[in-house]
């Protein structure tokens, strides 16, 4: 049976800077199975980044939530008190955040650094069941044991993602959510990465959210996508429905500028620029780099709603 662990509604997201709010996450609805791999890909600045530290509500000024609600199975997260969340963090929701494994304490070893995080839980281990829970941390990420004593700069940047991947699954937790896990990464590198995600996932009986840009790469990976673009989700379906017939513009751009289905694709190729997410224009946020624009694009934003069973798309094509 079909049960959904997170549903996100209507989210929204600004950064108020001085020159006015910067609508990151612009009403943005989403939901993701229990035990599913959902993916997250988007140019560099559409908001990815945003959604994960919001889910864990580790927006900071000048970053707000200014609406929507976050459900972690029955968990109202926006409505919890700030300690309530602080345990939902890492035992229910875990986060490898982007750039994660270059923000390792450097003088902490890896140890260390995963008995801070389990300490911060009020996990209480003897020092013998804690290597041991060590230990297994570091199997479960196909690390040796030798590494629990090594310092960061000892590893080689897989290794530190494994670390940070060791960290995030400390708790169990039911969802993880990894922001570019493997952007640093070299290509043979990110392979191993993500399948050390997607074993540990497997493992945990956890699901997953991937955040990326390489739209080649997630595929390998998460069962269902979402496409993001300047603040917008735009469509979410199925991995082989996206890839066997986009519906969205956007998308078919996307997908029609990668190399080959099983090549590292990046974006590339699509005339013209995201638009600024300050002073947002009214209607579609794709309607300037839209080759199918119509009229109506340039006035109304189309809502996100689903088109074909299980298929959401933001276009007024549908
Ligand atoms: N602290 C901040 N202050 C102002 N704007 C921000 C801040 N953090 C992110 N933004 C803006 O929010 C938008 C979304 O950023 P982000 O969520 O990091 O995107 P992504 O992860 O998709 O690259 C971008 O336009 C970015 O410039
Ligand atoms: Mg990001």
């Not at 937790?173 to 922001?179: C, E, R, S, V």
């Amino acid at each position: 049976m079909y049960s959904e662990v997170l549903r996100v509604r209507d989210l929204r997201v600004y950064y108020h800077t001085p020159r006015g709010p910067v609508k990151a996450v612009n009403g943005v609805s989403f939901a993701v199975g229990t035990r599913e791999r959902f993916g997250l890909v988007g140019e560099s600045g559409s908001g990815k980044s945003t959604i994960a530290l919001a889910l864990l509500r580790l927006i900071k000024p000048p970053g707000k939530i200014e609406g929507g609600e976050i459900l972690l199975d029955d968990l109202n997260l926006l409505a919890l008190p700030d300690e309530e969340m602080r345990k939902v963090r890492l035992a229910v929701i875990a986060l490898v955040a982007q750039g994660a494994m270059n923000s390792l304490n450097p003088v902490l070893r890896v140890k260390d650094q995963i008995y801070d995080a389990l300490q911060d839980h009020g996990v209480q281990l003897s020092s013998q069941e804690f290597d041991e829970r060590v230990r297994d941390l570091l199997e479960r990420v196909g690390l040796r044991r030798e590494v629990a004593t090594m310092y960061p700069h000892e590893l080689s940047g897989g290794m530190k993602q494994r670390v940070c991947i060791a960290i995030a699954i400390s708790l169990r937790p039911k969802l993880i959510i990894a922001d570019e896990p493997t952007s640093a990464l070299d290509v043979v590198v990110q392979r191993q990465v993500m399948e050390t995600l997607e074993k540990v996932q497997q493992d945990l009986g956890a699901s997953i959210i991937l955040i990326g840009h390489d739209m080649g790469l997630m595929a390998q990976t998460v069962e269902r996508l979402g496409v993001m673009y300047a603040g917008d989700l735009v469509e979410v379906a199925s991995v082989s429905d996206i890839f066997r017939e986009p519906l969205h513009p956007y998308t078919r751009l996307l997908i029609a500028s990668l190399p080959s289905f099983d090549q590292k694709g990046v974006f590339r190729g699509i005339p013209g620029l995201p638009p600024s997410l300050l002073n947002r224009a009214p209607g579609c946020p794709f309607y300037p780099r839209c080759p199918q624009a119509m009229e109506r694009c340039a006035i109304e934003e189309p809502p996100l709603r689903e088109v074909q069973p299980k298929r959401w798309v933001a276009c007024h094509l549908y």
